[in-house]
Nanobody, 121 residues
Framework: QVQLVESGGGLVQSGGSLRLTCEFPGGTFSPYTMGWFRQVPEKEREFVATIGWSGGTKYFADNVKGRATISRNNAKNTITLQMSALRPEDTAVYYC??????????????WGQGTQVTVSS
């Protein structure tokens, strides 16, 4: 079964940076708008950022705007989220998936395992 694979998370101090990568072995992100979402325990998954198929259209949640960059490589079938000036409230499990607006529209109704980002104060 194909599965999204997120990586790059870890433990970082407040003010630090991380680069998260999403891959889809056996699948394709074509021609979808893709996004990053995050979730903390007992809360709903929330939108972080999206990027259109061509890479020219990008949207960011207000709470990461100016600190996040999203990019994609359609040839390599990867989506990347670069986060800087990280804050403790950025601590969450980060997921990627197809997006429709600021909402997740999961490919084949599947989610990957996500990648844990923990920001210490």
């Amino acid at each position: 079964q194909v599965q999204l694979v997120e990586s790059g998370g870890g433990l970082v101090q407040s003010g630090g940076s991380l680069r998260l990568t999403c891959e889809f072995p056996g699948g394709t992100f074509s021609p979808y708008t893709m996004g990053w979402f995050r979730q903390v325990p007992e809360k709903e998954r929330e939108f972080v950022a999206t990027i259109g198929w061509s890479g020219g259209t990008k949207y960011f949640a207000d709470n990461v705007k100016g600190r996040a960059t999203i990019s994609r490589n359609n040839a390599k079938n990867t989506i990347t989220l670069q986060m800087s000036a990280l804050r403790p409230e950025d601590t969450a499990v980060y997921y990627c998936n197809r997006a429709s607006g600021a909402e997740a529209w999961p490919i084949d109704d599947i989610w990957g395992q996500g990648t844990q980002v923990t920001v210490s104060s």
